[in-house]
């Protein structure tokens, strides 16, 4: 039995108050993950992930080294890497210009949104003084690796364990892009080490933060993965091999690349589609940054509570995640509202109607950033934030919620922000003549736009 939490029309059990008691109270028991998930892909791929690992000491030694305080997601250390947001800004916005000089004053942006984002998340994984020419060659075999893995997903459900046999023409294409990343992994893996090696005695990895020299810099993901132990049951500890940091950087690249840059795209769609919307983020910027400034910095997002506002509705209303990436299997027998849910019952949390009940939200199909805009004032007269993790309570769950949820959601949020804000400061923003923004949904492993916006830019004189 597979058991569905949320309103679609094969759903057992609908309401947002079960999900929060099975994420958050009984979190432990709901945060396994299939066994299924981990047959489909072959042997040299590492099963050792944060995603795919079930809950315990392998997954909890792997997800400390992501988002605890020696990781690259560790909240504080995310502003640290504003020079590789900076970096990736520039090239989005040059980007944008030339489409636009092309297409006579409009752009299609998804393409431009998702190279924006998986440079900046190579750039963390692999150090951030890797050329753009290694970018974009990662970005092309990237890609050919999500389509043949769909494939490959496809083929595990309609012939399960003889997929191998029976799809080998999908078996052998998925070897071959397996083959394409290994190689191109392992030259990022051996230029960093010999890096490090040169570094050794003299530099702290951490210590300099320069973008351009060959010398890297900031702390990075292949860094963290190169120096990490795993217990591997019985006590004895292993550090990781070349199989499971492959398979750590592809999980960090991947699902993070679609899901904000989607995000990104279901924002600008409500920018462009509600002119109102971006004449208030446009008049809040102009109030909190000094005049002439040429691009919003990090520190200035934390005054823009509108901004902020913005991004959660187009969270709630669009969220890039529909299904829990992931599935979680329920790890002992448990009870949920009266249902006895057996050890190993995979249970999925439909997210986008955690955010669009009528009980809690009011008006829930309606883009309405007012509504994260709390009256009241904490002590130090600043706004009350929206508690988008679901601790005390779920209303939504963009980044699922308990012991799972996404280790990426501070650096989404704030890449969002950052890069939105960005958008509407250097661009004003309109429909291409005659048209309108159409906000139906292509639902995938991410639900994208089911027509790519297109709109017209034009560069803000200043
Ligand atoms: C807008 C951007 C993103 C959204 C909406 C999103 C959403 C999600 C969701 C819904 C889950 C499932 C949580 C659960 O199982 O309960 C998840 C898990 C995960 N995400 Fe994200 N994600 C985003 C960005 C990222 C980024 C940038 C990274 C890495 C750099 C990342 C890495 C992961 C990993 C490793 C997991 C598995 C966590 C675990 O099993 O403990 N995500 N994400």
């Not at 709901?30 to 690992?53: C, D, N, Y």
């Not at 809950?55 to 792997?62: A, D, H, M, N, S």
């Not at 800004?89 to 409009?106: C, T």
């Not at 991004?311 to 669009?318: K, Q, T, V």
Request: charge should be neutral.
């Amino acid at each position: 039995m597979t058991v569905y939490l949320g309103s679609q029309p094969n759903v057992l059990i609908a309401d947002n108050n079960l999900a929060y008691q099975a994420l958050v109270k009984k979190g432990a028991v709901f945060g396994g993950r299939p066994e299924g998930m981990k047959k489909i892909f072959p042997s040299r791929f590492s099963h050792k992930t944060v995603a795919l690992s079930s809950y315990g000491g392998i997954w909890r030694v792997l997800r400390r080294n992501l988002v605890g305080t020696e990781g690259v997601l560790y909240p504080p250390r995310i502003k640290s890497y504003s020079h590789i947001r900076k970096r990736v800004l520039d090239n989005l916005v040059a980007q944008l210009i030339r489409d636009s000089k092309d297409g006579q004053g409009h752009v299609y942006v998804r393409e431009p949104f998702r190279h924006a984002i998986i440079s900046f998340l190579f750039l963390l994984c692999f150090g951030d003084n890797i050329d753009e020419n290694k970018i974009q060659e990662f970005e092309a075999t990237q890609k050919r690796f999500t389509v043949v893995s769909t494939r490959v997903i496809k083929a595990y459900v309609i012939a399960q364990k003889l997929w191998k046999t029976v799809f080998k023409s999908v078996w052998n294409e998925f070897e071959d892009v397996l083959n394409s990343i290994e190689i191109l992994i392992g030259s990022f893996i051996q230029a960093r080490k010999k890096m490090k090696q040169k570094n050794e005695g003299g530099n702290n990895i951490e210590s300099s933060s320069s973008s351009s020299s060959s010398s890297s810099s900031a702390l990075s993901y292949i860094d963290t993965l190169l120096e990490l132990d795993v217990q591997d049951g019985n006590d004895k500890v292993n550090s990781l091999d070349e199989a499971d940091i492959l398979s750590l950087c592809l999980e960090f690249v991947n699902p993070g690349t679609d899901s904000i840059s989607t995000a990104l795209q279901w924002v600008m769609a409500n920018v462009v589609k509600y002119s109102g919307v971006q004449a208030n983020i446009f008049s809040e910027m102009n109030q909190v940054v000094e005049q002439g400034q040429e691009w919003i910095k990090e520190n200035d997002l934390q005054k823009m509570p509108y901004l902020k506002a913005v991004i959660l509705e187009s969270l709630r209303r669009h969220p890039p995640v529909n299904l829990v990436t992931a599935p979680h299997m329920v790890t002992e027998d448990v009870e949920l509202a009266g249902y006895l849910i057996l050890k190993g019952t995979p249970v999925y949390f439909w997210i986008p109607d955690m955010g669009r009940d009528p009980n809690l939200w009011d008006d829930p199909m309606e883009f309405n950033p007012e509504r994260f805009l709390s009256s009241d004032n904490n002590k130090n007269g600043q706004q009350n934030i929206f508690d988008i993790t679901g601790n005390k309570e779920i209303k939504m769950m963009p980044f699922g919620a308990g012991r799972r949820i996404c280790p990426g959601l501070g650096v989404s949020m704030h890449n969002l922000e950052y890069l939105a804000a960005n958008l509407v400061w250097c661009f004003e923003w309109t429909l291409v003549n005659g048209e309108n923004v159409d906000l139906s949904e292509k639902i995938g492993l991410t639900t994208d736009l089911k027509n790519p916006l297109r709109a017209c830019i034009s560069p803000r004189v200043r």
